[in-house]
Nanobody, 122 residues
Framework: QVQLVESGGGSVQAGGSLRLSCDASGYTFSTYCMAWFRQTPGDNREGGEVISTTGDFTIYADSVKGRFSISRDNAKNRLFLEMHSLKPEESGRYYC???????????????WGQGTQITVSS
Protein backbone atom coordinates (compact mmCIF):
# COMPACT_ATOMS: atom_id res chain seq x y z
CA GLN A 1 0.00 0.00 0.00
CA VAL A 2 1.41 3.35 -1.04
CA GLN A 3 1.81 5.88 1.73
CA LEU A 4 3.11 9.42 1.67
CA VAL A 5 3.24 11.03 5.09
CA GLU A 6 4.08 14.70 5.41
CA SER A 7 5.38 16.38 8.54
CA GLY A 8 6.92 19.68 9.61
CA GLY A 9 4.02 22.03 9.12
CA GLY A 10 3.00 24.64 11.66
CA SER A 11 2.63 28.34 12.28
CA VAL A 12 5.28 30.88 11.46
CA GLN A 13 5.50 34.62 11.10
CA ALA A 14 6.01 36.23 7.73
CA GLY A 15 9.67 36.06 6.77
CA GLY A 16 10.18 32.88 8.73
CA SER A 17 11.31 29.44 7.65
CA LEU A 18 10.02 25.90 7.80
CA ARG A 19 11.26 22.50 6.69
CA LEU A 20 8.81 19.88 5.51
CA SER A 21 9.46 16.16 5.24
CA CYS A 22 7.62 13.40 3.43
CA ASP A 23 8.14 9.73 4.22
CA ALA A 24 7.27 7.42 1.34
CA SER A 25 6.53 3.71 1.38
CA GLY A 26 4.80 1.04 -0.67
CA TYR A 27 6.46 1.81 -4.01
CA THR A 28 9.92 2.23 -5.47
CA PHE A 29 10.60 5.77 -4.32
CA SER A 30 13.78 6.22 -6.36
CA THR A 31 11.98 5.69 -9.67
CA TYR A 32 9.35 8.39 -9.15
CA CYS A 33 9.50 12.12 -9.66
CA MET A 34 8.50 13.83 -6.44
CA ALA A 35 6.85 17.15 -5.84
CA TRP A 36 5.37 19.49 -3.27
CA PHE A 37 2.20 21.42 -3.95
CA ARG A 38 0.12 23.84 -1.92
CA GLN A 39 -3.61 23.56 -1.92
CA THR A 40 -5.74 26.49 -0.83
CA PRO A 41 -9.16 26.27 0.90
CA GLY A 42 -10.72 26.65 -2.55
CA ASP A 43 -8.93 23.45 -3.60
CA ASN A 44 -6.73 25.28 -6.07
CA ARG A 45 -3.32 23.74 -6.57
CA GLU A 46 -0.71 26.43 -6.42
CA GLY A 47 3.01 26.85 -6.52
CA GLY A 48 4.99 23.69 -6.78
CA GLU A 49 8.44 22.25 -6.55
CA VAL A 50 9.49 19.14 -8.44
CA ILE A 51 12.58 16.96 -8.21
CA SER A 52 13.75 14.26 -10.58
CA THR A 53 14.27 10.66 -9.58
CA THR A 54 17.97 11.13 -8.89
CA GLY A 55 17.67 14.70 -7.66
CA ASP A 56 19.83 16.05 -10.43
CA PHE A 57 17.27 18.53 -11.65
CA THR A 58 14.51 20.53 -10.05
CA ILE A 59 11.64 22.71 -11.19
CA TYR A 60 10.20 25.57 -9.18
CA ALA A 61 7.17 27.75 -9.62
CA ASP A 62 8.28 31.32 -10.30
CA SER A 63 6.78 32.53 -7.04
CA VAL A 64 9.13 30.43 -4.89
CA LYS A 65 12.37 30.50 -6.84
CA GLY A 66 15.27 31.47 -4.63
CA ARG A 67 13.32 30.91 -1.42
CA PHE A 68 12.28 27.25 -1.50
CA SER A 69 14.50 24.23 -2.02
CA ILE A 70 13.35 20.68 -2.72
CA SER A 71 15.60 17.69 -2.04
CA ARG A 72 15.34 13.94 -1.58
CA ASP A 73 17.12 11.07 0.11
CA ASN A 74 16.52 7.94 -1.94
CA ALA A 75 18.30 5.76 0.62
CA LYS A 76 15.74 6.74 3.24
CA ASN A 77 12.71 7.24 0.95
CA ARG A 78 12.33 10.81 2.11
CA LEU A 79 11.48 14.07 0.42
CA PHE A 80 12.17 17.51 1.85
CA LEU A 81 11.18 21.10 1.29
CA GLU A 82 13.11 23.98 2.81
CA MET A 83 11.07 27.18 2.81
CA HIS A 84 12.46 30.61 3.62
CA SER A 85 11.05 34.13 3.62
CA LEU A 86 7.54 32.75 3.87
CA LYS A 87 4.62 35.00 2.96
CA PRO A 88 1.09 35.05 4.42
CA GLU A 89 -0.38 34.15 1.02
CA GLU A 90 1.62 30.92 1.14
CA SER A 91 -0.51 29.61 3.96
CA GLY A 92 -2.32 26.42 3.08
CA ARG A 93 -2.05 22.68 3.11
CA TYR A 94 1.15 21.32 1.57
CA TYR A 95 1.13 17.94 -0.09
CA CYS A 96 3.88 15.71 -1.33
CA UNK A 97 3.11 13.81 -4.51
CA UNK A 98 4.69 11.14 -6.68
CA UNK A 99 4.61 10.74 -10.44
CA UNK A 100 6.17 7.88 -12.33
CA UNK A 101 6.80 9.63 -15.63
CA UNK A 102 7.69 13.12 -16.86
CA UNK A 103 8.64 15.32 -13.95
CA UNK A 104 6.44 18.38 -14.30
CA UNK A 105 4.67 21.07 -12.31
CA UNK A 106 1.46 20.29 -14.15
CA UNK A 107 -0.70 17.30 -14.92
CA UNK A 108 -1.77 14.39 -12.82
CA UNK A 109 0.29 12.88 -10.05
CA UNK A 110 -0.08 9.21 -9.18
CA UNK A 111 0.11 9.34 -5.39
CA TRP A 112 -0.62 12.02 -2.82
CA GLY A 113 -0.12 12.37 0.89
CA GLN A 114 -2.64 13.76 3.36
CA GLY A 115 -0.86 17.07 3.62
CA THR A 116 0.52 19.23 6.38
CA GLN A 117 -0.88 22.63 7.29
CA ILE A 118 1.17 25.81 7.21
CA THR A 119 -0.03 29.14 8.52
CA VAL A 120 2.04 32.24 7.87
CA SER A 121 0.94 35.22 9.91
CA SER A 122 1.66 38.83 9.02
Amino acid sequence: QVQLVESGGGSVQAGGSLRLSCDASGYTFSTYCMAWFRQTPGDNREGGEVISTTGDFTIYADSVKGRFSISRDNAKNRLFLEMHSLKPEESGRYYCAAREHSCTLFGQYDYWGQGTQITVSS
